[in-house]
């Protein structure tokens, strides 16, 4: 299993464009992720999705959409990127909730 | 949203001592977890704990689940320097369907150890 894994590692975006952050989890869970982590901050929570088709907000939704067409999906969409968006995005997935969420790798987004 | 006080924000010390951290919280958590962060990677699973006053041990790292369910703290035993990092403690609430939403997180203990 690969677990979760997210692409890309690093990309710089320039004021107002949007891109895609794709997270993709082998491990058939249910349950997925994004946060973004500040630096000397703890993560926090963007979206997540109970299911395919289902998603929700979390605590800083402003900015970014998620779409979740498929188990093994969950795409963080930025569409009109700004400065306060230059953080590093975690992925992660769980079984059910609660329980156990592993992580991916990241994601480091600047805006310039 | 709820907050979760970590502490402390950085610890230094010498390898073979024990290390003991903590989180505290406004809020009634279900479920406390503890995570640790190399650089450049994602957050690595620990401990999971989901009983008040519930006790686990993994290896040399022993948490624990307070009684009010407001604070957990996390012990690691005979530091190693492997055991850099950064530790963060995260929890979570039920919601009003039965399910949980996303972790909360503390803004993580730094881990530095002096051979």
């Known amino acids: 299993n690969a677990g979760v894994t997210q692409t890309p590692k690093f990309r710089i975006l320039k004021i107002g464009q949007s891109m895609t952050l794709q997270c993709t989890q082998d491990m058939n869970h249910n349950y997925m992720y994004w946060y973004r982590q500040d630096p000397g901050m703890g993560l926090k929570l963007i979206y997540y999705s109970v299911g395919a088709g289902i998603t929700d907000k979390g605590e800083v939704p402003n900015g970014y959409n998620v779409s979740r067409s498929t188990t093994e999906d969950f795409p963080l969409r930025l569409e009109l990127a700004a400065p306060s968006q230059t953080s590093v995005y975690f992925c992660?997935?769980?079984?059910?909730?609660?329980?156990?969420?592993?992580f991916g790798p990241g994601t480091r987004l600047t805006v310039l | 949203g709820q907050q979760l006080n970590q502490s402390p924000q950085s610890m230094f010390i010498q390898e073979g001592e024990d290390v003991s951290m903590n989180c505290t919280s406004s809020?009634?958590?279900?479920?406390w977890l503890w995570y640790k962060q190399d650089p450049g990677e994602g957050p690595v699973l620990l401990i999971a704990?989901?009983?008040?006053?519930e006790l686990t041990s993994n290896g040399r790292l022993t948490a624990q689940f307070g009684i009010t369910r407001k604070d957990s703290f996390l012990n690691i035993s005979a530091s190693i320097p492997s055991d850099v990092g950064i530790y963060f403690c995260?929890?979570?609430?039920?919601?009003?369907?039965?399910?949980?939403?996303?972790?909360?997180f503390g803004k993580g203990t730094h881990l530095i150890i002096q051979p």
């Open positions: 992660a997935s769980s079984y059910a909730s609660p329980n156990e969420q592993f």
């Open positions: 809020s009634i958590f279900n479920t």
């Open positions: 995260a929890g979570q609430l039920y919601n009003s369907g039965g399910g949980a939403d996303g972790l909360t």
């Open positions: 704990l989901y009983k008040a006053g």
